[in-house]
């Protein structure tokens, strides 16, 4: 008999006589089977689950030690975005580039944007839901940032979406300039392109001619060194404007696979303009088109 069947029933042993002849009488009555055999067959069933258990487990872990290391960590800063949210990550979820983890970092958003990502969190092992108070989008990329695993992080913003290939493209162009540690750019904008000059106002300008925060795409060590500043809004261009002063190397992306929505009355875009602070966002002109 083996250690595990032994003490199964040294178990029963202690059990109040009582109790013992109770079930006893019971195991008599309802089977032929004697009680001590029965005992044995408990516990060789209960290994054999185990086994199962086991051996489940060694699969899983078998899979995961294969699976690829993540290319890129997409981040979603979120807030108040119920509406919008599964949309977003559903573009992830369909990319033909797979080599990637999803974080989504909910600054505290008041309606059921968590409740509606934790299924999704179920769906796919890749997504991460993180919930935080209500810092603003900066901290919350910064967040983002510091849990990343990819050898590049990524951004959308939860009412954006991205086309199918859009990291394929993004991981072909890491391919080809190795020597680059910031792609942007490749914008497809639903509603108006212009915006107002973040330098000059007056003058408006293609957000295709801006670099727009979703489409960054940073080498982690870079995007860890230079961190975001927990601003509430325009901590994209903040970002843009301090990589230009430290020397990164930059490269725009010229196919547009970043679907940019400027079409909603609750788009962060929409809402600058009503307030008069759009220049404060995404509008950062750059010159610098290749990494030589």
């Not at 497809?188 to 392109?193: A, E, K, L, N, T």
Request: glycine share 4%; hydrophobic share 35%; proline share 4%.
């Amino acid at each position: 008999m083996s250690f595990r069947e032994t003490r199964l029933i040294r178990s029963f042993q202690y059990r109040s006589s009582r109790s013992y002849r109770s079930n006893a009488r019971s195991c008599s009555r309802s089977s032929t089977i004697p009680f001590a055999e029965q005992i044995v067959q408990t516990a060789a069933r209960s290994t054999n689950v185990s086994m199962v258990s086991l051996q489940a487990e060694q699969k899983y872990t078998a899979a995961m030690s294969q699976r690829p290391e993540p290319i890129f960590s997409v981040i979603i800063p979120t807030y108040n975005r119920a509406w919008c949210i599964e949309r977003a990550i559903e573009s992830v979820l369909q990319q033909t580039e797979q080599r990637w983890e999803l974080i989504i970092v909910d600054d505290g958003s008041s309606d059921r944007t968590a409740e509606i990502v934790r299924p999704l969190v179920l769906r796919d092992e890749r997504i991460r839901l993180v919930v935080q108070s209500n810092r603003g989008t900066g901290a919350a990329r910064q967040t983002g940032v510091r849990l990343a695993e990819g050898e590049f992080v990524t951004f959308l913003d939860s009412d954006d979406q991205y086309l199918p290939e859009h990291l394929e493209v993004r991981s072909r162009y890491i391919v080809e300039h190795p020597a680059v540690d910031f792609f942007h750019g490749g914008v497809i904008v639903d509603g108006s392109p212009m915006v107002p000059d973040r330098h000059n106002p007056a003058q408006r300008i293609s957000i295709e001619q801006c670099a727009v925060g979703g489409t960054f795409v940073i080498r982690r060590s870079i995007a860890t060194a230079l961190g975001f500043a927990p601003l509430r809004f325009a901590d994209d261009a903040d970002f843009f404007e301090r990589a230009m002063a430290a020397g990164i190397r930059m490269l725009r992306v010229r196919e547009a696979t970043y679907r940019y929505n400027r079409t909603s009355p609750d788009s962060l875009c929409n809402q600058l303009a009503q307030s008069g602070s759009l220049p404060t966002t995404h509008n950062v002109h750059t010159s610098h088109e290749s990494a030589a």
